[in-house]
């Protein structure tokens, strides 16, 4: 396995560990999400695809927003 597929699977757990937090309704599922999309825009760069760096800035936005709207929540 190489460094990128690494990534890749690394990127792949941590997202679905995340959305299982999520679902769970605990705050640190959007901390995990974040480092998942984080490690997606690291693969996207080693690929050299567009649309997976484009996901993650995306997303990135999305999960930032997210723990920043659950922060504010009691």
Known sequence: MTLVDANGYFSFLMNVAGNFM????????????????????????????????ANAVTFFCVNCYGWWKWSRDP
């Not at 690291?42 to 695809?49: D, M």
């Open 22 to 53: 999520l679902t769970h309704k605990s705050r640190h599922g959007w901390l995990v999400r974040i480092v998942a999309i984080v490690s997606w825009g690291i693969y996207g760069i080693q690929l050299s695809s567009k649309p997976v760096m």
